[in-house]
């Protein structure tokens, strides 16, 4: 059974630093892809990153800010996530499938959610 557990949100203030983990569990990672997506309240999900076994992405918004990364002995995914703004306020979640459905959005199976909120 595919699970997926996030953690790591929190309260930051701006300009401060946070790491999402994704910890992955009935499968292992060197055949899926991992993104991460959030929501924030009022609009649309929307993809930040993703990892495949060899390459990453990242949403313009967060290029140079975010950097996703993978552990495959721990079965883990990162997202170190650095200069952060009040825009980035949102629901994190962790998702897997195929990297062609990660990348159109549409991934199978989701985590439950880490709440970020950067405020002053």
């Known amino acids: 059974q595919v699970q997926l557990v996030e953690s790591g949100g929190g309260l930051v203030q701006p300009g401060g630093s946070l790491r999402l983990s994704c910890a992955a569990s009935g499968f292992t990672l060197d055949y899926y892809a991992i993104g991460w997506f959030r929501q924030a309240p009022g609009k649309e999900r929307e993809g930040v990153s993703c990892?495949?076994?060899?390459?990453?992405y990242y949403a313009r918004s967060v290029k140079g800010r975010f950097t996703i990364s993978r552990d495959d002995v721990k079965n883990t995914v990162y997202l170190q996530m650095n200069s952060l703004k009040p825009e980035d306020t949102a629901v994190y979640y962790c998702?897997?499938?195929?990297?062609?459905?990660?990348?159109?959005?549409?991934?199978?199976?989701w985590g439950q959610g880490t709440q970020v909120t950067v405020s002053s």
């Open positions: 998702a897997t499938d195929a990297l062609s459905a990660v990348v159109a959005g549409n991934p199978r199976y």
């Open positions: 990892i495949s076994s060899s390459d990453t």
